[in-house]
């Protein structure tokens, strides 16, 4: 069965400093992976998704994620943080047969100035 | 925009009451989905549906049932709420691309 794991449930950095945001994947066949952010007493919103192609990809707010299939991980990844990214975010793989959405457990994100 | 809108943001209820928590979006996607959302826990999947009328079990849907008579709309229900159905629940709608849209959630608390 599909499955993601986010082994951080919290990640502190300072402003201006790279931030990485850890997920590892499980799947019987090619991965659908993304990534979404959840804003204080909002609902999700999208910030990226790997299909095919590049391991590299860029996403909304700077963000940008690398997908590893040797390591089954698909980290989130911004060069300089910023106060504004202090949220909660969460990474999701898409069941190819049922389409359904598998969420990880989130990690909050504190970003310090 | 997509724009998925939830009936209502902050909901007290019985216990013992049946709760209806509506769910609408405006882009004709197909796929519809409930979630709850929990500390710790993440994003558990409630029921979702890929068509009119067709539903499917996610992954805890004791306690919980849905409706799906019209495209747009996706209607969870607590026959009977009880204290640990308190929680937020989260409604999705997603396009081909594949996307999901979340409407804002709504915070539901059962007394």
């Known amino acids: 069965a599909q499955s993601v794991a986010q082994p951080e449930d919290q990640v502190n950095v300072a402003e201006g400093n790279p931030l990485t945001v850890k997920c590892t994947y499980s799947?019987?066949?090619?991965?659908?992976l993304f990534w979404y952010v959840q804003y204080p007493n909002r609902g999700l919103q999208f910030l990226l998704k790997y299909i095919t192609g590049d391991n590299l990809v860029k996403g909304s707010y700077g963000f940008e994620a690398e997908f590893n299939k040797s390591q089954t991980s698909f980290h989130l990844k911004k060069p300089s943080a910023l106060v504004s990214d202090s949220a909660l975010y969460f990474c999701a793989v898409r069941d190819d047969n049922t389409d359904k959405l598998i969420f990880g457990t989130g990690t909050r994100l504190q970003v310090f100035p | 925009d997509v724009k998925v809108t939830q009936s209502s943001r902050y909901l007290v209820k019985r216990t013992g009451e049946k709760v209806f928590l509506e769910c609408v979006q405006d882009m004709d996607h197909e796929n519809m989905f409930w979630y709850r959302q929990d500390p710790g826990l993440g994003l558990r999947l409630i029921y979702f549906?890929?068509?009119?009328?067709?539903?499917e079990k996610g992954d805890i849907p004791e306690g919980y049932s849905v409706s799906r008579e019209k495209k747009e709309r996706f209607s969870l229900i607590l026959e009977s709420a009880s204290t640990n159905q308190t929680s937020m629940y989260l409604c999705?709608?997603?396009?081909?691309?594949?996307?999901?849209?979340f409407g804002q959630g709504t915070r539901l608390t059962v007394v």
């Open positions: 999705a709608s997603s396009d081909p691309d594949p996307r999901a849209f």
């Open positions: 799947v019987s066949g090619n991965p659908y």
């Open positions: 549906s890929y068509d009119v009328k067709m539903k």
